[in-house]
């Protein structure tokens, strides 16, 4: 689609904003090539191609998170420093999802500190009030003031409630100025919206990012978004999503994100790192894996879900015992056609030669299900007495089997990873 370029309608530090010509509900957002710290004008650098790395990290990410389901502003890059989003009404909070505890969140919960840190089993979702120079303006209206400096982003320590207690953003809990006396009708910032529409969409948009970087062998600490509404009133992931708005470090804790230039890092060697996440981001992409169903016979039970992003679900009939030769090769033709590989559920009666040949085939993972192991255990020792390099493993229930399978998957596969950790974490959310 030819976007053509208007009017200015806004600039940040970072950023510009133009209007599209013909298509009024879109925007044209261009990176610059600043970068900020500690929303100290005196503190903001420039490098060559930040605004290009940045761009580039964006409109990857955003892509993954449309493919996920995710609802987000962005519609397309248009150039090395642009890209098309929605045009929407910001809402007045930073969003942010915890990993680690780290950065910030320990001057407010300093008692959290450790080495390593510590991981938490559930994503900490915290938010605070975007404020500007110790105002809170909605619609052009002024709804709080009085924030100082230091006081500005407050920490909204309820956001469940209606009423939101606002506290100091970098003071623990306990200290006597900590509480800045404020609050704020929840509704005047959300409109609409729950703050639990907003926690579940911060928590799926971290859980990808997480499952991406994890793939190249990173940590995904924290993560920084910001949401808006269309024209359309639907909510969405709106404003960028770049190495400015996470802490990204390598397996050996050194940092990839906007915090090496805060700690004070040359920018030379920031530069590298930006340019470095960028090139990774080229890469992502949601695999093409196989979740093959191999029965012996078309009256087996087992099912598996098919709209699993990324997996193609493959049956086939075909017995171990009496068509070896031609299961042989048709595994040979799935590991020819899924490069990103796969695993097979074998739902395999009476006694089992199927699994065990196959797994001492191939390097994809094979499960077998025994589906008649309560009216004949004595079947079982077929499933479980393996020789020796024939790794088959065994799952009594089919439902345990495919989700087995997905967590398999989903050390490759984003989504996936998205979908089976916050799975976990809603079955266990109190550690």
């Known amino acids: 689609m030819d976007y053509k370029q208007e ?58 998170l449309k493919a996920a389901g995710i609802p987000v502003a962005f519609v397309e890059q248009i150039g090395t420093t642009k890209f098309v989003a929605k045009k929407a009404t910001m809402i007045m909070l930073e969003a942010v999802a915890r990993r680690l505890g780290i950065g910030s969140y320990l001057k407010r919960f300093p008692w959290c500190g450790q080495k390593p840190p510590r991981r938490f089993h559930r994503l900490v979702t915290e938010y605070f009030l975007k ?56 509704k005047k910032v959300l409109g609409n919206i729950k703050i639990n529409d907003l926690d579940i969409i911060l928590r799926k948009v971290t859980l990808i990012l997480e499952g991406l970087f994890q793939i190249f062998g990173y940590r995904f600490a924290d993560i920084k978004i910001e949401f808006g509404i269309t024209m359309e009133n639907e909510l969405v992931v709106a404003d960028v999503i770049d190495a400015d708005s996470w802490r990204l470090l390598t397996h050996d804790w050194i940092g990839f994100s906007k915090q090496a230039f805060r700690d004070g890092e040359d920018l030379g060697e920031v530069e590298k790192k930006y340019g470095q996440i960028a090139r990774m981001a080229e890469f992502f992409r949601i695999p093409r894996q196989a979740l093959v169903i191999w029965k012996g016979s078309k009256d087996d039970p087992i099912k598996a879900p098919s709209d699993l992003p990324g997996v193609n679900v493959v049956e086939i009939i075909e017995s171990g015992h009496k068509g070896s030769h031609a299961c042989l090769m048709r595994l040979e033709e799935l590991m020819r056609d899924y ?49 020796s390099l024939a790794p088959h493993l065994v799952c009594l229930y089919e439902n345990n089997s495919v989700t087995a399978a997905i967590q398999i998957l989903a050390q490759k596969n984003p989504i996936l990873h998205m979908m089976r950790q916050f799975q976990i974490e809603e079955l266990d959310p109190g550690y």
Request: a neutral charge; one cysteine or more.
């Open 339 to 387: 490069p990103d590989g796969g695993v097979i559920i074998g739902d395999i009666g009476r006694s089992n030669g199927l699994g065990p040949t196959l797994s001492a085939h191939t390097t994809w993972p094979v499960i077998s299900v025994p589906p008649d192991w309560k009216q004949k255990p004595q079947n079982i020792w077929s499933h479980l007495d393996m020789p």
């Open 131 to 186: 404020t500007t120079k110790g105002k809170l303006v909605i619609g052009g209206k002024t709804i709080l003031k009085g924030f100082t400096t230091e006081q500005d982003d407050p920490f909204i320590i309820n956001p469940g409630e209606k009423t939101w207690n606002l506290f100091h953003p970098g003071l623990p809990q306990f200290h006597p100025e900590a509480d800045l006396k404020k609050t704020v009708n929840a």
């Open 7 to 64: 009017d200015k309608i806004g600039e940040g530090k970072t950023k510009i904003l133009y209007d599209v010509s013909h298509y009024p509900g879109l925007l044209i957002t261009e990176n610059k090539d600043e970068i900020t710290a500690f929303n100290d004008p005196s503190a903001t650098r420039r490098f060559p191609g930040k605004g290009a790395y940045c761009t580039a990290i964006t409109c990857r990410i955003f892509e993954i």
